[in-house]
C-alpha cells in the first residue's frame, strides 16, 4: 500500500529524513561505480540532398487550373542554398527529368527555372512507386553521412497504375511493404503534400510519419508556394532574422540576405529601406540585389548588406522572412517532424561560428536563448545554460527545453531565437502530433498454486515501435483519478516470455471492486531508430471477479509494489491534483522548493540506478518533470 502524503505542516520533516536515507543509498551506489554517461549534441549533416516530386496527372487540370506548381517550384528553387544537392521530376505514367541532380548554385537554378514550364496536366495515371525509385535510384542502400536526404512528393491523387483496381491495391501493398522500407535504409525523409481532400491520406501519412517527414494537406492550389516553404524550413532549418512589424537586424557577420515577401491582391510595389534609407523597388534596385518577382511573391537577395536596421514596405505576412547566409548561426540538435501523444519533444540550441558549436561564456553570457510556441497554444520559454530546468548540461554550449503540456494533435508551430543588443537569429519549425495508440493495455485474471491473482498486460505497437529497445513502467492508481494521487505506487512491467512482446505486472493483492488507473512510461525507438520517450494519460483498468474465492496467497505470487512517496515525475504530472480547501503559505513553500527538487531528482535517479533500465536520459527528463511542478514552464 501506498504511502499517504503528509500535511504540508509535516511535509519538511519527512523530506529531511527521506533526503538522509537517498543520501545512503547514492553513497553506496557511487561506491558500486555506477556511472551515467551524459547526452551529447547529435552530430548534424553539413547539407542536404533534396529530390522534388511533381504530380502531373490529368486530375490536376481540376486541382490546379491555374498550374500553380510552376511558381511554387520556383519559389523552392530560389530558397535553396547553394551547397544543396537537388533535382526535379514530373511523374504520372511516366517519370520524367525536369532538372537533373546536381548542386544549387546559379546555373542549375536559371535551368530549373525554365524548366520549371515543363509541369503540365496530361498523363492518363499516377505511378509514385516509379517516381520514387526513380528518385532514389542512387542512393544506396545506406544514410549518408555528409547529406540530409529528403523527397518532396506533391500528387492530388492515389495509386493508378491501371484501370484495374485489384492491380492499383497490390502496388499500394508494394510500395508500402517492399519500396519504403528501402527507402527507409538510406536515411531518407518523405515530405509529402496532398493537393485535394480526394487523395489517399493514409498512404501519404504513411509514408511521411514512417520516415519523420512532413505531411501537408490542401484542397487550394493558391497555398503551395507556402507549404514549399513550411517545407523548404523543415529540410533545411535555414537561418533568418526576426522580422517585426516589417524591420529587422542586420549583423556585421551577415555575408548575404534573402527577403520573401508574399504579396496579396492588387498589392503596391514591394519597397526595400536600407539603413541609410535608401529605398528602391524592383524597377530601380541597385546591382547588388537580384529580385524574383512573381504573382504573389518577392524573393529579394542582397549581397554584402549594410549593418543596422532595415525594413520592407508592404503588406504584413506571417509567412514572411528574412533568410540570411553567415557564419554565426542558431542551431539545434535533430529534432523530429512527427511525434506521437504523450512524447516529449527535446529541443537542444546552440550557437555555432563556421559550424563549430561556441562554447565561451564571454560570449554566451550576453546571448538570450528562448523557444516560442506560436500554434495550437502560445507560450514562451526563456532556456538556461545552467544544468537545471530541462537544461541537460551546465556551460556546455546547449541551451535545452522539454516541452509536453502545450503539444496538442495536429500542427503544432514553434520559433526559436537566439539575441543579443546586436545580433538576432531564429529557426522557424513545426511538428505534427498523432493521436496514435503506441500501447495496449488490459486486466487479466491468473491462477498460479492453487491461488488467484490479477495480471496488468501491455503491449507495443510494433507498427510503430521498436520492441528490441524498448524499456517500460509504470504507476499504478488506486480510487478515482481526483485523489488517487496519495495512493500511487510505482509497479514493475517485466517481459516474462522474450518471445512474446509483451510485458506484465502481476499482483494478488488487487481488489476488482475497487478503481484503478495505470500510466505507463516508456522509452524505446521507432522502426528508424528516432528516440521515444512517451508516457500515457492514466488508462482505467477493469479488473475481472476471481471465478472462485482467493486462497491464500502463494510465495510464487508476489505483489512487487515499491512503496514510494514521489513516484517519477514525468508519471506523476498525468495524475490531476486534487482541490485543497487551504493554501500553503507562500514562504513555506519557496523555503522548500529546493530540497524537494533535490530529493525527486535524487529518487528517480535512484530507482532507475538500481533498476538498471533508464539511464541518463531518464533521469534528465524526471529532473525537468520535477522542476516544472514546482516553478513551472519559464514564460
Known amino acids: 500500500m501506498g504511502v499517504v502524503f503528509t500535511s504540508a505542516k509535516n511535509r519538511l520533516v519527512d523530506k529531511f529524513k527521506l533526503f538522509f536515507l537517498i543520501i545512503c543509498f547514492a553513497a553506496s551506489i557511487i561506491i558500486c561505480g555506477i556511472t551515467w554517461s551524459a547526452e551529447v549534441d547529435e552530430p548534424q549533416p553539413q547539407s542536404n540532398d533534396i529530390r522534388v516530386l511533381i504530380d502531373v496527372s490529368g486530375s490536376m487540370k481540376k486541382n490546379d487550373p491555374k498550374n500553380l506548381r510552376l511558381p511554387a517550384l520556383r519559389l523552392l528553387v530560389g530558397l535553396l542554398p547553394p551547397d544543396t544537392s537537388a533535382a526535379v521530376w514530373s511523374f504520372g505514367t511516366t517519370t520524367e527529368s525536369i532538372t537533373a541532380p546536381g548542386l544549387a548554385n546559379e546555373t542549375w537554378k536559371k535551368n530549373a527555372r525554365l524548366a520549371s514550364k515543363k509541369i503540365h496536366s496530361r498523363d492518363l495515371f499516377t505511378n509514385i512507386g516509379a517516381a520514387l525509385e526513380t528518385a532514389t535510384a542512387d542512393w544506396g542502400t545506406t544514410p549518408s553521412k555528409l547529406k540530409q536526404r529528403s523527397i518532396i512528393l506533391l500528387t492530388d491523387g492515389m495509386i493508378d497504375i491501371s484501370k484495374d483496381k485489384t492491380k492499383n491495391a497490390l502496388e499500394r501493398t508494394r510500395i508500402l511493404k517492399e519500396l519504403l522500407p528501402k527507402i527507409q535504409q538510406t536515411g531518407a525523409t518523405i515530405h509529402t503534400i496532398a493537393l485535394s481532400k480526394n487523395a489517399d491520406h493514409d498512404f501519404l501519412q504513411q509514408l511521411s510519419t514512417k520516415t519523420d517527414g512532413g505531411f501537408e494537406q490542401t484542397d487550394s492550389a493558391e497555398q503551395l508556394e507556402r507549404i514549399f516553404l513550411r517545407l523548404f524550413e523543415k529540410t533545411t532549418k535555414p537561418d533568418t532574422v526576426p522580422l517585426v512589424d516589417n524591420k529587422f537586424l542586420v549583423d556585421e557577420s551577415i555575408l548575404e540576405l534573402t527577403l520573401l515577401v508574399f504579396k496579396p491582391q492588387n498589392a503596391r510595389p514591394t519597397e526595400v529601406i536600407e539603413p541609410d534609407k535608401t529605398q528602391y523597388q524592383q524597377k530601380n534596385s541597385p546591382g547588388y540585389t537580384k529580385w524574383q518577382s512573381e504573382k504573389n511573391y518577392d524573393l529579394i537577395t542582397i549581397t554584402r548588406p549594410k549593418t543596422?536596421?532595415?525594413?520592407?514596405?508592404?503588406?504584413?505576412?506571417?509567412?514572411?522572412?528574412?533568410?540570411?547566409?553567415?557564419?554565426?548561426?542558431?542551431?539545434?540538435?535533430?529534432?523530429?517532424?512527427?511525434?506521437?501523444?504523450?512524447?516529449?519533444l527535446n529541443v537542444g540550441l546552440?550557437?555555432?561560428?563556421?559550424?563549430?558549436?561556441?562554447?565561451?561564456?564571454?560570449?554566451?553570457?550576453?546571448?538570450?536563448?528562448?523557444?516560442?510556441?506560436?500554434?495550437?497554444?502560445?507560450?514562451?520559454?526563456?532556456?538556461?545554460?545552467?544544468?537545471?530546468?530541462?537544461?541537460?548540461?551546465?556551460?556546455?554550449?546547449?541551451?535545452?527545453?522539454?516541452?509536453?503540456?502545450?503539444?496538442?494533435?495536429?500542427?503544432n508551430q514553434f520559433t526559436f531565437q537566439a539575441k543579443t543588443e546586436t545580433l538576432q537569429r531564429e529557426i522557424n519549425y513545426s511538428v505534427i502530433i498523432y493521436d496514435t495508440e503506441l500501447i495496449n493495455t488490459r486486466a487479466e485474471q491468473q491462477q498460479k498454486n492453487n491461488s488467484n491473482y490479477h495480471q496488468i498486460l501491455v503491449t507495443p505497437n510494433i507498427e510503430f515501435v521498436n520492441p528490441e529497445t524498448m524499456k517500460m513502467s509504470a504507476l499504478l492508481l488506486e480510487g478515482d483519478l481526483v485523489n488517487s494521487k496519495d495512493s500511487a505506487q510505482a509497479i514493475t512491467l517485466q517481459q516474462l516470455n522474450p518471445n512474446v512482446l509483451e510485458w506484465s505486472y502481476e499482483s494478488d493483492q488487487l481488489d476488482p471492486d475497487k478503481d484503478y488507473h495505470v500510466i505507463i512510461h516508456m522509452l524505446t525507438t521507432t522502426r528508424t531508430g528516432r528516440p521515444i520517450d512517451y508516457t500515457s494519460e492514466p488508462i482505467q483498468l477493469n479488473l475481472p471477479a476471481f471465478d472462485k474465492p482467493i486462497l491464500s496467497p502463494?510465495?510464487?505470487?508476489?505483489?512487487?509494489?515499491?512503496?514510494?512517496?514521489?513516484?517519477?515525475?514525468?508519471?506523476?504530472?498525468?495524475?490531476?491534483?486534487?482541490?485543497?480547501?487551504?493554501?500553503?503559505?507562500?514562504?513555506?513553500?519557496?523555503?522548500?522548493?529546493?530540497?524537494?527538487?533535490?530529493?525527486?531528482?535524487?529518487?528517480?535517479?535512484?530507482?532507475?540506478?538500481?533498476?538498471?533500465?533508464?539511464?541518463?536520459?531518464?533521469?534528465?527528463?524526471?529532473?525537468?518533470?520535477?522542476?516544472?511542478?514546482?516553478?513551472?514552464?519559464?514564460?
Do not use: C
Not at 503588406?315 to 501523444?341: E, K, Y
Open 554 to 635: 502463494d510465495e510464487s505470487v508476489i505483489d512487487n509494489t515499491p512503496v514510494i512517496d514521489d513516484a517519477p515525475d514525468n508519471i506523476k504530472e498525468s495524475i490531476k491534483e486534487p482541490e485543497k480547501e487551504t493554501v500553503e503559505d507562500e514562504s513555506e513553500s519557496e523555503e522548500n522548493d529546493w530540497l524537494t527538487g533535490v530529493i525527486i531528482a535524487v529518487i528517480v535517479n535512484i530507482i532507475f540506478a538500481v533498476g538498471g533500465l533508464f539511464g541518463y536520459r531518464k533521469w534528465k527528463k524526471s529532473r525537468e518533470a520535477a522542476y516544472e511542478e514546482l516553478t513551472g514552464e519559464l514564460e
Open 350 to 411: 546552440f550557437m555555432s561560428d563556421n559550424n563549430k558549436k561556441i562554447s565561451d561564456d564571454n560570449f554566451l553570457q550576453f546571448i538570450s536563448m528562448s523557444a516560442i510556441q506560436k500554434e495550437p497554444e502560445k507560450k514562451r520559454w526563456f532556456l538556461h545554460d545552467n544544468g537545471l530546468r530541462g537544461d541537460t548540461k551546465a556551460h556546455d554550449g546547449t541551451f535545452n527545453v522539454q516541452i509536453k503540456k502545450t503539444l496538442k494533435t495536429g500542427k
Open 308 to 344: 543596422g536596421e532595415w525594413s520592407i514596405n508592404a503588406q504584413t505576412d506571417p509567412d514572411n522572412r528574412v533568410l540570411v547566409v553567415t557564419n554565426l548561426q542558431i542551431q539545434t540538435n535533430r529534432i523530429p517532424n512527427n511525434l506521437f501523444a504523450g512524447e516529449m
